[in-house]
């Protein structure tokens, strides 16, 4: 499932090269047709991200609500004027990085026709985006956005996140860190990789409950996580790793070498030298090094 780092990037994209714009929206699928109608003809004024939620405003006063889920993802295409990522989501398609444009000088001459299953098709003067495969995608109203909001945990990468209300959430309740990490209730935007980093980063153990963190390893993860994700949002990756802790200095940074412990299982520990460990919580992989995260 695409963390929240690829989602901000998202809303970042579609601010860049369909802000402002009249946009026809259609559902070559057919399972979004009376959505695509509410939408069609109208102004995208905005693009916002809350954790996984991707929301798109539109001047009519309504939104599309997307979340991506494990299989979503957007492709994009245009003119030399449209920039970006050609496709965003689906990790198990794509792996932790987006797949770069690729312009094969042909002149733009609209879109493609919709390749598999596409349920949402934007198309402004310059370009075009195609959703296939979300978990969501539903118009509502801004009152239905807060609500959704107001469901979520604080968000690492919204300025004006409380990092106190991050350390209060995690502290109340009495499930493994590992969990909570998980839970959106606590924290929007987490997935399983970052998940496993910070953990390992903080030294702390994934079966530790949030009501034994102390309020200070609380607001250090909270650092931590804030640090790490702005950092897959400039860079359209995860990389967790410091360059003291990797094998291969190259530039960019290999794929084997990004992560601690996510996908490392029974590899040694770029720390310690232990075999890192992997397991099953919460029906997720869970990764982590057992001498380094013993407490």
């Not at 107001?150 to 990092?163: E, F, I, K, N, S």
């Not at 502290?171 to 839970?183: F, I, K």
């Amino acid at each position: 499932m695409p963390e929240g780092h690829s989602i901000h990037r998202l809303a970042r994209q579609f601010t860049s090269v369909f802000s402002g714009q009249r946009l026809e929206v259609s559902s070559p699928q057919g399972r979004f047709s009376a959505g695509a109608a509410q939408l069609n003809g109208h102004i995208l004024t905005s693009a916002t991200a809350h954790g996984k939620q991707l929301f798109l405003g539109f001047d009519n006063d309504l939104l599309l609500r997307i979340h991506l889920g494990l299989y979503g993802a957007f492709d994009f295409g245009g003119d030399s004027s449209f920039l970006g990522a050609s496709s965003i989501g689906a990790p198990r398609k794509v792996g932790e990085r987006e797949i770069a444009s690729d312009d094969d000088g042909a002149a733009y001459a609209g879109p493609p026709a919709p390749r598999g299953a596409v349920r949402v098709r934007l198309v402004a003067e310059h370009g075009w985006a195609d959703l296939r495969g979300p978990t969501a995608c539903e118009v509502i109203t801004e009152a239905e956005r807060a609500a959704v909001v107001a469901r979520l945990g604080p968000d690492p990468l919204q300025p004006d996140a409380d990092a106190a209300e991050f350390a209060a959430r995690l502290r109340r309740r009495a499930s493994p860190v590992g969990l909570l990490l998980m839970n959106q209730e606590v924290l929007a935007g987490v997935g399983n990789v970052y998940r496993a980093e910070v953990l390992f980063r903080q030294a702390l153990s994934p079966w530790r409950l949030g009501r034994d963190i102390r309020e200070g390893e609380a607001k250090a993860l909270w650092v931590d996580i804030v640090s790490v994700m702005n950092d897959g949002v400039a860079q359209g990756r995860i990389i967790t790793t410091l360059p003291e802790h990797r094998d291969n200095a190259a530039e960019p940074v290999p794929r084997e070498e990004a992560h601690y412990v996510y996908q490392r299982t029974s590899l040694p520990c770029r720390r310690c030298g232990s075999a890192i460990a992997g397991t099953e919580m919460g029906a997720r992989k869970l990764y982590w090094c057992p001498k380094c995260q013993a407490r």
